[in-house]
């Protein structure tokens, strides 16, 4: 096992301040780097963020032309025209409403036909570049995940086709119209790409997140709960609501 550190662990009151710090973070980070390499998560966790992040791209002039956006995972397999997509999500929420250059922009392919050949195909574009800032969201109840790197995943893992813990597919289908259409696989970025990045900033708002969160920052480093390895990388920051925080 790696060298352990311990995380900044910030508890503001809400969920919209979450958003905020979590936007000023994104928004700071262009502005000192406007050529910033940033690898994002999807969900409900982050959309009040993009929502911050459109604004001050139309209000304050923030400037994504020489941004790079990596996405942390996709469902496989999937129409990257499924409103239930990765795909479609950033584009709904960001990606459409920003001046990034679409070719400055990286998600893993839910048509690709063999998930194999497309997480070794994503995997070879992000080892080109080393993220300057990730974002990160924590899997529902005990999943601890992060990407869609589920329990069992080993700290050196890479980009790579996962199947989707039962609490997940049961948490995510809510973002499906027709539940039992939930994949039960995705392609995600491993753990060591996660660790990889110069600065992670994992947020989690409710609840739900409460005992991942606590497992996250008080149990064992290791497999069982994979979101434990953070605690490898010497610049982690874990912002919380109180709901979320409530078992620390
Ligand atoms: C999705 C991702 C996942 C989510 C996590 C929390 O791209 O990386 O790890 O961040 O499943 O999802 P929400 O925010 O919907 O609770």
Redesign the pocket.
Known sequence: MSASYNPVIRIVPNSESVDHYAAEMVISQIRTKPDSVISL??????ENLYNLLVLAHKNDDLDFSKVTIF???EYWPISKNHPSS?AYYMRKHLVDHININSTNWYIPNGEAPDAQAESERFEAVLQQFTPDLTI?????GTTC????NEKGSTIDSTTRYVALDPQ?RS??SKFFQNPTDTPTGAITQGIADILRAKKILLIAKGEGKAWGIHRTINGEIGATAPSSYLRCHPAVTIMLDQAAAHLL
């Open positions: 998560p999807t969900g409900s966790t982050p996405n942390l995972d990765y990160l969201g924590i899997g529902p995940h992060i990407g869609f997940t948490a995510n």
